[in-house]
């Protein structure tokens, strides 16, 4: 009867030490995966080669309200208006050359930087949009002060991460005049469930428990809460329809959160960040359309067609 009782004991405790393997298992992964995300393999930055539109590049720095100094490129603006590009997670201000070459040969001001952590700037972690909101502050800060940018007439273009971090930097900053954002995710929390809750909580809470512990406030990255905070600002949204990394239907819940005026532009074909290969024609004939309905700039005569 002794033996049957330990049996029957060892056989209840089976399950149990399969979750208690299955959650160190799970725990241990998602520290590791949050550090990954706290502290990406930095990318060198690449001057672009010498071409018409970027001639006028300068190397310039600024520094955020909590002490961290970023370094990027501006090219000054021919028609008093200006854009603030913010690149993505684990990369660097020439991510978005595509979009730099657009605006300024426009005639648009645009300064392209590194975010906290990124390329040429300061900083020891990424915080996925947290302390962001302080470098894209700063980026506005510093284009509106430039003499030749009416500091009424100021834009904001972010991808992926930096798509959301201005997001949630427009809801609240009315100087932001019109606001882009491609493959951007609505909440943060929201995003790491996406990308790494393939076994519910179980995977996803050991990330957001590292990003936590790291002093990330995940809760205050979530720009769905502020999207009629724009008060009449023109919206764009930009996204993949093949998006791993921004599902569409993240995508879709933002801009129906937001208030009018919004568009939602779905790139067939595209993943994430491909937008300028697929259809890099009507993709900067959208965004110079946006920025110039707002910003008071007259609109190019653009060719090409692309995907609706």
Not at 188 to 199: F, I, K, N, P, T
Not at 295 to 301: D, F, I, T
């Amino acid at each position: 009867m002794k033996t049957r009782t330990h049996i029957g004991c060892f056989i209840a405790l089976v399950p149990l030490c399969g979750v208690l393997a299955a959650a160190g298992y799970f725990g241990v992964s998602g520290q590791r995966i949050g550090q990954g995300l706290l502290h990406p393999r930095p990318i060198p930055v690449t001057r672009p080669a010498a071409e018409p539109a970027l001639s006028a590049l300068e190397d310039v720095a600024f520094t955020t309200a909590d002490g961290v100094t970023l370094k990027g490129w501006y090219l000054p603006s021919r028609n008093r208006a200006a854009v603030v590009l913010v690149h993505g997670f684990a990369d660097n201000r020439a991510q978005l050359l595509f979009e730099a070459r657009t605006l300024a040969g426009a005639g648009y001001g645009v300064l392209l930087f590194d975010l906290r952590a990124h390329g040429e700037s300061g900083g020891d972690a990424v915080t996925w949009g947290d302390r962001e909101r302080h470098d894209v502050t700063a980026a506005l800060d510093f284009v509106a002060r430039r003499p030749d940018v009416d500091p009424l007439r100021l834009g904001l273009f972010g991808f992926s991460m930096g798509g959301t971090t201005s997001l949630l930097v427009a809801s609240r900053d009315a100087r932001v005049k019109a606001v882009a954002a491609a493959g951007a995710y609505p909440a943060l929390e929201e995003d790491v469930y996406a990308g790494y809750g393939r076994w519910g909580a179980l995977s996803a809470e050991p990330v957001l428990w590292t990003l936590r512990r790291a002093g990330v406030d995940v809760d205050a990255v979530r720009p769905i809460d502020g999207m009629c905070r724009l008060g009449g600002r023109p919206l764009l949204l930009v996204n993949g329809d093949v998006d791993p990394d921004a599902p569409a239907k993240l995508q879709a819940s933002l801009f129906q959160a937001a208030c009018e005026p919004k568009s939602l532009w779905v790139v067939q074909g595209a993943g994430h960040g491909q937008y300028a290969r697929v259809a890099p024609e009507e993709y900067a004939r959208r965004l110079l359309r946006h920025f110039g309905a707002a910003l008071g700039v007259a609109p190019q005569a653009s060719s090409g067609g692309a995907t609706q």
